[in-house]
């Protein structure tokens, strides 16, 4: 059942593509409007929708970051996303108008389903982001939109994550539709985007070798930081997280922008540094900003990483080893800069001769609080 993979990690990795495109099946019509009627939610309560909180823990709490950027972006709508066990007991403001958006693979996570149990006591309208059918948080929100990654058995996520994603773009266009924030042709424009992401993770993961080559290279590292910006952000904590989690090692992610405030102390001789970098089209310019950020740390000793988007020759210069993803929207790029993340971390853990699929001190689904 691993697919001719040796590991579920690894074959979780190669069904990205399917789990994105799965997760896109079926939600538009011939019209290339988006129906997204399982949502169960009158569009008029949609509509009054004037606050959303995501809440969600570990990987899912990063693809709720992504969600952030992506709902406000295209909705104008605020969006604050939180850890649920972070939540519950902090007294939030949330009434009718409110719409929480929980996140979960298993749909089991008994810290996602406390907050999502108290957030619908205060009033609030509750949308379910889950993987697995039928499981308890779903059941107890008043509305689900199932990713379709199919069932996730390494402890590690990886596909639910790409999956989770998409599923909060859709629920984005969704409300930029109803509100009529975005037109319907950027709409389109941004759906055709989604569907173009598939196969261009399977162009990453044809090229996989480089990233298992360099993972192999770093066996006695002992540390390793990661750095994003924007949407990158949440992709370079979901890099740490995956090194934390399955090689046991050191590792932190941060905003690129916070270097300066602090961690850029951390930086001496030899450090592993990854780049998440943003896409050269960003509209805030941020790419130059980063590419200030590879060259401050080098000049301090690091070694430097980069994934950045083919044709970014930018970076070339300053970087000691530049894996490329194919181009897409800067909005869409963590769908395909996340993967190569995964790649380095299941390498890596595996070249240190440990258990990819059940790392120690950790369960697939968290049922206690
Ligand atoms: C990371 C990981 C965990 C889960 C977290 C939430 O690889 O697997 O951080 O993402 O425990 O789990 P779900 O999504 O099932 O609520």
Not at 39 to 46: Q, V
Not at 339 to 345: E, R, T
């Amino acid at each position: 059942e691993k697919g001719g993979f040796e590991t579920f990690m690894e074959k979780e990795i190669h069904d990205q593509p399917q789990a994105v495109a799965d997760t896109l099946l079926g939600r538009t019509d011939a019209a290339g409007q988006l129906i997204l009627d399982e949502l169960r939610i009158e569009p008029e309560e949609l509509m009054a929708v004037n606050k959303i909180i995501v809440l969600a823990c570990g990987t899912s709490a990063y693809a709720g970051m992504v969600a952030k950027y992506a709902i406000e972006h295209w909705c104008r709508i605020p969006v604050e996303v939180e850890l649920s066990h972070e939540f519950r007991y902090r007294d939030p403001i949330i009434d009718p108008t409110t719409l929480v958006v929980s996140i979960s693979q298993s749909g089991e996570t008994m810290d996602t389903l406390m907050a999502v149990r108290y957030a619908k006591e205060q009033g609030a309208r509750t949308v379910a982001i889950c993987n697995t059918n039928g499981s308890t948080i779903p059941r107890e929100s008043d509305a689900v939109l199932y990713t379709h990654a199919g069932p996730e058995i390494a402890v590690a996520s990886t596909k639910a994550f790409l999956a989770q994603i998409t599923a909060a773009y859709l629920l984005g266009l969704y409300l930029a539709q109803l509100n009529k924030k975005l037109f319907s042709g950027q709409i389109k424009d941004i759906l055709a985007d989604l569907a173009a992401i598939p196969k261009k993770i399977e162009d990453i993961l044809e090229r996989k070798q480089q990233i298992k080559d360099l993972a192999r290279s770093m066996k006695d590292d002992t540390s390793v930081l990661f750095l994003g910006r924007n949407v990158g952000y949440p992709v370079a904590m979901e890099g740490a997280l995956k090194l934390k989690e399955l090689a046991y090692i050191h590792a932190e992610g941060f905003a690129a922008g916070e270097l300066k405030h602090g961690p850029i102390a951390l930086i001496d001789e030899g450090q592993p540094v990854f780049v998440v970098m943003p896409s050269p089209m960003d509209r805030h310019s941020l790419h130059a900003k980063v590419v200030s950020n590879i060259q401050e740390v080098r000049a301090r000793g690091a070694r430097t990483f980069v994934v950045a988007e083919r044709g970014d020759t930018a970076v070339e210069a300053y970087a000691e080893n530049v894996f490329e993803v194919p181009e897409t929207q800067p909005m869409l790029m963590p769908l395909l800069t996340t993967v190569p993340l995964q790649i380095f971390a299941l390498e890596l853990s595996s070249a240190k001769g440990y258990d990819v699929d059940q790392p120690r001190n950790l369960a697939k689904s968290v049922t206690v609080e």
